[in-house]
């Protein structure tokens, strides 16, 4: 039997559900995640893949996201910013790159960059200039509605005692 009362707290503790693949996606691991190109300096999302149990991190760094610092022939070294107690410290880790993947937080701010080139490009064609500063969304524009008429509803009383009764 054991002892009932000793709780194991191994490294893979309670990922029971976070480090299993889900339905239908079990198995060996695509060729496409061995053929993507890390760069120092681009931003990835930690997502470790089970199905390859060597360069895992520790559960506490699932789901993150971290800038790549270091590049090696099988793992990228990405740093990340851990919570300890009250302070936020700059973890590096060695990660194989089964684990990781492209991250898509500056996608939108590259866009942005790119629209804005454009509208710049274009203003300075131009000569007038161009606001490229994001303002938060107003408050929508008022109305007034016109031909309302008020109809005042009664409501029809209820008879309990005539209720089962048809008539």
């Known amino acids: 039997m054991g002892n009932q009362r000793a709780r194991s707290r191994g490294l893979r503790h309670g990922t029971r559900n976070m480090f299993s693949r889900p339905f239908r996606k079990k198995g060996m691991l695509n060729a496409t995640t061995f053929l993507r190109t890390f760069r120092v300096g681009d931003y990835v999302d930690i997502k470790v893949n089970p199905a390859q149990q060597k360069g895992m991190p520790y559960l506490a760094y699932q789901g993150r996201t971290g800038v ?45 960059r790119i ?21 938060p969304v107003g408050p929508r524009g008022g109305f007034v509605l016109t031909n309302v008429s008020t109809e005042i509803l009664t409501p029809i009383p209820y008879d309990i005692v005539r209720e089962g009764i048809k008539y």
Not at 81 to 88: A, D, M, P, T, Y
Request: aromatic residues 4%; hydrophobic residues 35%; positive net charge.
């Open 115 to 135: 629209a804005n080139d454009a509208a710049k490009a274009e203003a300075k064609k131009t000569g007038k200039t161009v606001v490229t500063k994001r303002a």
């Open 68 to 112: 790549v610092w270091n590049v090696t022939p099988r793992a990228v070294g990405v740093e990340v910013n851990k919570q300890i107690g009250g302070r936020v410290a700059r973890k590096r880790l060695h990660i194989r790159i089964e684990h990781v993947q492209h991250s898509r937080c500056r996608e939108d701010f590259i866009n942005r």
